[in-house]
Every structure is written in C-alpha cells, then in structure tokens.
T-cell receptor, first 111, second 113 residues
C-alpha cells in the first residue's frame, strides 16, 4: 500500500504557484520522498526527490517538514502544460526500482 | 539522448492468448522495471531487472514474467490472457537499481477481448 496521502484534486490559476501537499507520517529515516507526474496518456515523469533538506530544480521545489511527516511540491509559475496527476511516493533506499504509487493529486491549471 | 522505447504501442489480443512486450532503456541504464496501469488499480509495480537479474517482483500471478538481455533491453510476457489484463504497461529505466530517478516510456496499451 502507498505510504502517502494526497488530496484527490486541486485547481490553480495559470501563472500562480501550485502548492501540492503530501502526508507521509510513517516515513522512516532511510526513505526518500519522490514526486512524479503523469500527463494524460503519457508515462510518468520524474520531477524531484529529497530526503531531509529542501530541494529545488528547474521544474519545482520540494519542501520537507523538519519531522519529515509531510512535504509540499511547489510549481512556482504553473502553466496549462502542468495539468497532470501528481504522485508523491515514499521510496526506501535499497528496494530496487519499486515505486508504490498512490492515487495522486489531479492538478487542473486554468486560465 | 533517446528515451525509453516501448513496442508495440497498441495491441489487441483475445482471452487465452499470450503477449510479449518489449522495452529498450536509455543507453547506459542497467535497471529496467515494469508497471501496470489500470483505471481500477492505478499504477502497480510488476518487476524489476538489473544486470539481467530479477531484483524485485510485485504481487502478480505467475502468468506475468519478464527477462532482461545483456544489452539491458527487456521483455515482459503475459500468458493465458484474461480480460482484466487490459491495461497500459509501462517500462521505466534507471542508472541504478535502488536510487535516483526513473525514466518512463510511453507504454504499451493492451486490450484483451
């Protein structure tokens, strides 16, 4: 079973920041938080991952709380192309490439 | 740099038949994993191969099998197809077996009639 809880859907106006929350209250010390997204009918796309510290790349920022029980993915300036299902995944180091996907958050970016 | 290539992209089979799907990972990647996506169950892990060895297997019946070749290309096979096997089958490749990002292909959409 997925170890994460995400809201089923969110809306965001184009140009605004999209903040997608994720709860992972049972996360353990050697588990990473990964974010992927899936645009309709395409394969999932890696966005970002982190262990303890906040991370930023060209796509997004990942904010992990100090107790690591929750995190937020931030898309700083959402565009219509960011409309997708976003998956927050807890991945244990050393468990091969097994990702346990939950139901994700369907982000709808609107004009 | 070419991405993950899956073939065929679409196929239709009938119950009882078998099917083989192919995945060519990104050059240099040695890890290949397979996922099944259905509307009811979402994305589920099937298995992962690294350096021709199966490293991990999901909770699927023995009708689902796979293999990896020395050039890292992988195939998965489903025998005695059932209607419930209709799904999008996704392949992902990665540099390492247990860390880092995975790169997914566009998938093979299987319809079982």
């Amino acid at each position: 079973d997925a170890k994460t809880t995400q809201p089923p859907s969110m809306d965001c106006a184009e140009g605004r920041a999209a903040n997608l929350p994720c709860n992972h209250s049972t996360i353990s010390g050697n588990e990473y938080v990964y974010w992927y997204r899936q645009i309709h009918s395409q394969g999932p796309q890696y966005i970002i991952h982190g262990l303890k510290n906040n991370e930023t790349n060209e796509m997004a920022s990942l904010i992990i709380t100090e107790d690591r029980k929750s995190s937020t993915l931030i898309l700083p300036h959402a565009t219509l192309r960011d409309t997708a299902v976003y998956y927050c995944i807890v991945r244990e180091s050393g468990t091969a490439s097994k990702l346990t996907f939950g139901t994700g958050t369907r982000l709808q970016v609107t004009l | 740099k070419a991405g993950v290539t899956q073939t065929p992209r679409y196929l239709i089979k009938t119950r009882g038949q078998q099917v083989t799907l192919s995945c060519s990972p990104i050059s240099g990647h040695r890890s290949v994993s397979w996922y099944q996506q259905t509307p009811g169950q979402g994305l589920q892990f099937l298995f992962e191969y690294f350096s021709e060895t199966q490293r991990n297997k999901g909770n699927f019946p023995g009708r689902f099998s796979g293999r990896q070749f020395s050039n890292s290309r992988s195939e998965m096979n489903v025998s005695t197809l059932e209607l419930g096997d209709s799904a999008l089958y996704l392949c992902a490749s990665g540099l390492f077996s247990n860390t880092g990002e995975l790169f997914f292909g566009e998938g093979s959409r299987l319809t079982v009639l």
